[in-house]
């Protein structure tokens, strides 16, 4: 089983400038041990002092955010898209 | 007119540090948003009641409070909208002291969006941007499609598909490109904020974000001024992003510490619907985080389901003494009637939330009545007919002869005929 983790251009500096990645993460605390081996630096970029992701990331699974999908607790499925953005709106 | 502020760059509020000037929208190390910061000492002194009320009857007259690059002078008379006496409105809420912040006529395309598109696109400009975007659930595409076309920028506007029809052509007749995109708001600024990463593009609530929300603090300077250089007891806000009502907060904070306007606090009320409700939900549950939702709301320009301002909005309404609530659409479209029949303005449905939660505030007692209390109405209610369509019917043509004009008012009163008398008779 195999994701594909997208990231913005912003993480791209910790990552050697890889903006795509495969992980075989099986949920997102996977996902974020993944990244905590593969990439360290972007490991302590994404999460705050407490070690959890910091609130400003938004997690999408395909086009949904994971939060819809339940989260931690979501189980990824093969091929399953997975994109780390910053939260940016518009709106008043 | 010299319209450039003396000093601003951006900084990031969560961890303090600063950008200088570009084309950024987060903190590349902690990713919180970032805002612009001035030297306010700088223009103590210099920044003066009577200098800016000698100046032009636009935001411009703010300039030195805004982030407006060196040498460019905008001259687009936007906003400085009336805010005007509600004593209509107010018998029928219980309101002794009500205002309304009139941005439905706001220049050039009637919301106040108007106010933040004119300071993203001077920076737009600075910054060499060719094309500008932006993500819109509507007034902000017709307001980018409307400046680009005069600043001879060329415009991409990505919009949810199920957008209202004028809204649409609002923003099709200025010669932007307008793309519909299958999907609700949220998905639309993800789109975005791809896009942005991938083109050199300036979009305006993306990477101008931090220059674009400060146009909104004009509505805040625009309110203390009209109101006799004092601040409201309480201000009522309409929330999608949760960036309007901080900013109005921090324009009333510069104001004070310029010694403009006397301190005193100032109790802030956030307005949404409930079919769109995060911020609304976060105040009244005291939650600290945003939980997402699936926006499902007539008032679409405020349905943004995951807004990015949330938390901060959300703990800044707290902290002031204030609280948000949520109306349902069938209180939107009575308050958008409401609104149109005491005091002749026709707000679109973000303004029926506004006007229904102000009601609301009132009837349950968080605003008192003889409270200064000012209510922003941020857009026209030309750009969302559709949400009255069935409310009035269209009667049958009359023709036109004076008995025939009688016989239809009866008919409308349901009064019965008179008894013919000569005219003239005693």
Redesign the interface.
Do not use: W
């Given at each position: 089983m195999s994701i594909k983790v997208t990231l913005?251009?912003?993480f791209t500096?910790h990552t050697d400038g890889r903006k795509q990645f495969d992980s075989a993460a099986l949920n997102l605390p996977g996902l974020l041990a993944d990244i905590d081996q593969t990439f360290p630096a972007l490991s302590t970029?994404?999460k705050d002092d407490e070690g959890k992701l910091?609130?400003?990331?938004?997690i999408?699974v395909n086009?949904e955010?994971i939060?819809?999908l339940g989260g931690e607790t979501y189980a990824f499925q093969d091929g399953d898209e997975v994109?780390l953005?910053?939260?940016?709106?518009?709106?008043? | 007119m010299n319209y450039s502020c003396n000093w601003y760059e951006l900084k990031c509020n969560e961890c303090g540090k600063r950008f200088g000037n570009q084309p950024l929208?987060?903190c590349?190390?902690?990713?919180?948003?970032l805002e612009v910061a001035y030297d306010l000492e700088a223009v103590r002194g210099t920044f003066t009641r009577e200098k800016i009320e000698a100046g032009p009857a636009n935001i411009w007259r703010y300039a030195a409070l805004l982030p407006i690059p060196e040498g460019r002078q905008p001259d687009l008379p936007v906003g400085f909208t009336p805010l005007v006496r509600a004593k209509n409105l107010g018998r029928r809420i219980g309101a002794n002291n009500l205002y309304i912040k009139n941005d439905a006529v706001c220049f050039p395309t009637l919301s106040?969006?108007d106010r933040v598109v004119a300071v993203a696109l001077a920076n737009a400009q600075a910054f060499g941007f060719e094309t500008v975007g932006?993500?819109?659930?509507g007034n902000?595409a017709n307001s980018v499609a409307a400046q680009s076309a005069r600043l001879g920028l060329k415009a991409c506007i990505l919009v949810p598909a199920d957008l209202e029809p004028a809204k649409i052509l609002n923003t099709l007749v200025y010669g932007a490109r307008l793309v519909r995109i299958d999907?609700n708001?949220?998905?639309v600024?993800?789109l975005c904020?791809?896009i942005a990463?991938?083109y050199n593009w300036g979009f305006?609530?993306?990477n101008l974000?931090p220059y674009y929300a400060e146009g909104?603090k004009s509505v805040g300077y625009e309110i203390a001024e009209q109101l006799g250089w004092r601040l409201p007891d309480n201000v009522v806000?309409?929330?999608?992003?949760?960036?309007?009502v901080r900013k109005i907060r921090k324009a009333f904070n510069e104001l004070i510490y310029l010694g403009l306007v006397e301190a005193k606090p100032v109790r802030f009320f956030g307005a949404q619907a409930t079919g769109c409700s995060p911020i609304s939900v976060a105040v009244k549950t005291g939650a600290d985080?945003i939980?997402?939702q699936?926006p499902n709301t007539i008032a679409r320009?405020?349905a943004?389901g995951?807004?990015?301002?949330g938390?901060a909005a959300a703990k800044m309404i707290r902290d002031s003494g204030g609280w948000a609530e949520d109306v349902s659409d069938v209180e939107i479209v009575s308050g958008i009637q409401e609104l149109a029949e005491t005091e002749g303005i026709f707000t679109e449905t973000?303004g029926g939330v506004t006007t229904a939660v102000t009601a609301r505030l009132y009837a349950d007692g968080r605003i008192l009545p003889d409270q200064i209390t000012v209510t922003c109405i941020?857009g026209n209610g030309l750009k969302t007919t559709d949400a009255l369509t069935g409310r009035y019917q269209q009667d049958r043509a009359v023709r036109p002869r004076l008995a025939d004009f009688d016989a239809y008012l009866r008919e409308l009163d349901g009064v019965a005929e008179p008894e013919l008398t000569a005219a003239g008779a005693n």
């Open positions: 913005p251009t912003a500096r970029q994404i910091r609130r400003f990331i938004n999408y086009d955010d939060r819809f994109m953005i910053p939260s940016i709106a518009g709106g008043c | 929208s987060a590349p190390d902690c990713l919180a948003p106040f969006k932006c993500s819109s659930t902000l999907g708001y949220d998905h600024n993800r904020t791809q990463d991938e305006v609530n993306v974000r909104s806000v309409p929330m999608a992003g949760g960036s309007l985080d939980e997402p699936r320009s405020l943004i995951n807004p990015a301002d938390p973000a941020t």
